[in-house]
């Protein structure tokens, strides 16, 4: 059992075709399966694949039994191995059309240490696989769940999840994402609205200074659309109660 070194972004074996496992219940498998969770426990990932400590095989593990702090808002998602997975996108129940939705979401990766972007996946997909004694496996799954197998499965075929973005200005610094998204971002923007009030502009225009390529300037402008709820004039007012 080991915690291994994650390839990071721009290592070319990130890049590389996976291969099919062949034996299953082995001891090898086995030790490779324990070193991936070890790793993915160690590092608090959401998944890992095999291609992310440099095994050219098909294999991923995701999920686990408590939330996860990297994802702490996020759904769980039942532990799994998975070995020489397929996808197949579903379409939505009502769509006469037969065309699989996609959703776009905030996505981290232990080989992107840092970063996070908003990425496109298919929304509702079925997978199958085999687990690490050859025994089949078969679910339906959506949100969060999906966006995790896709993610990993990616990795499969020599893909990282920037590949898969429409729009770089959601890609950005990790600590951004989980400040603007998180509980503490509500707390921020109330303390910003207050300080508004009797230093109008300071702490606004401090974070577009230090902050204006990752589209932080255009959700700390809505500020000021929220600022009528404080007597930003001056009336002494306070909160308003609209």
């Known amino acids: 059992m080991a915690v291994r070194e994650v390839l990071k972004m721009g290592d070319p074996r990130l890049l590389r075709q996976a291969q099919p496992v062949r034996q299953f219940d082995t001891d090898e498998l086995h030790l490779l399966i324990t070193d991936m969770l070890d790793t993915m426990q160690a590092e608090q990932g959401a998944g890992l694949a ?26 769980m998602v039942p532990p799994t191995v998975l070995i020489n997975p397929v996808i197949t996108p579903l379409p939505a129940v009502d769509d006469a059309q037969g065309v699989p939705p996609e959703d776009e979401d905030w996505e981290g990766c232990l080989s992107v240490p840092g970063l996070r972007g908003k990425v496109p996946r298919f929304s509702h997909i079925r997978y199958t696989g085999f687990d690490q004694f ?9 949100g969060f769940h999906a966006r995790v197998v896709q993610h990993e499965c990616d990795h499969l075929i020599g893909k990282l999840y920037p590949m898969r973005m429409r729009d770089f200005t959601l890609f950005g610094f990790e600590w951004i994402d989980h400040f ?19 230093f109008p502009g300071m702490v606004f225009r401090l974070f577009i200074l230090n ?7 255009n959700r700390f402008l809505n500020i000021h659309q929220t600022a009528a709820f404080l007597d930003v004039n001056g009336s002494g007012d306070g909160i308003r109660n609209n």
């Open 50 to 75: 095999a291609p992310q400590i440099g095994v050219d095989l098909q294999v991923v593990v995701f999920g686990r039994l408590e939330s996860n702090p990297r994802y702490p808002n996020r759904p």
């Open 134 to 142: 050859g025994d089949p496996i078969e679910r339906t799954v959506e």
């Open 211 to 217: 902050f204006p390529d990752f589209g932080v300037q």
């Open 180 to 198: 603007l998204f998180s509980g503490w971002h509500n707390w921020f923007c109330c303390l910003n609205l207050y300080f508004l009030k009797f």
